[in-house]
């Protein structure tokens, strides 16, 4: 849970500060709040139905394929852009974009395993934001969700996914067969191969 971040953080491109959104019980304790609002985490509210107000997406799993991919980056993104339209004076001046990014351990139970980090195609929100400010009923949500699909299939590109642990075993096994050592393996080549 905690290696994605800092990996996020020492590879991203350009120097940008990067916030992130940590859920709220814990900030219960004084010591971690400290370091966590020193480094820039955003305390939001994992339960809430209130899309002005932030809500943590993802989490740290162990799992064969990517899990349900939830809506809050979506209407987060879709709800700034809402709050940019009324505040013009504090809003940026640079088109809000996502940028799916996936982050792949080559062997996630080894220490000092690889680690393969790559950006997705950025994701401009024109496409979503006459539907979710339509007013018509349910069209918020399905906007929303139109958007999450669009994260969710650049993730599922980007990531090894299999239906269960049993395919996963296979495709490490045939991985290790050809490449006896996964160092040989050129990384960026180590998705798709996987996938295959």
């Not at 069209?139 to 590109?157: D, F, G, H, N, P």
């Not at 096994?173 to 960026?188: F, H």
Request: charged share 20%.
């Amino acid at each position: 849970m905690m290696l994605d971040p800092a990996i996020l953080s020492v590879a991203f491109i350009g120097k940008r500060t990067l916030h992130y959104w940590s859920k709220a019980s814990l900030f219960a304790n004084p010591i971690l709040r400290y370091i966590l609002l020193s480094t820039g985490n955003i305390s939001v509210d994992r339960k809430t139905n209130d899309h002005q107000a932030l809500f943590r997406e993802g989490t740290s799993y162990t799992e064969p394929h990517i899990m349900q991919v939830k809506d809050g980056a979506s209407y987060a993104a879709l709800e700034y852009i809402k709050w940019a339209q009324a505040h013009p004076e504090r809003a940026s001046k640079q088109p809000l974009v996502i940028v799916p990014t996936a982050i792949v351990y080559t062997n996630k139970s080894k220490y000092r395993s690889y680690v393969i980090m790559e950006f997705g195609r950025p994701i401009s929100l024109d496409p979503y934001v006459e539907q979710y400010f339509s007013g018509e009923e349910g069209a918020s949500r399905a906007a929303a969700k139109r958007l999450t699909c669009a994260i969710e299939t650049q993730l599922v590109e980007m990531t090894i996914n299999a239906p269960d642990w049993d395919t996963l075993y296979a495709a490490r096994m045939a991985r290790d067969l050809l490449w006896q050592d996964e160092k040989t393996i050129n990384r960026d080549d180590f998705v798709h191969i996987s996938q295959t």
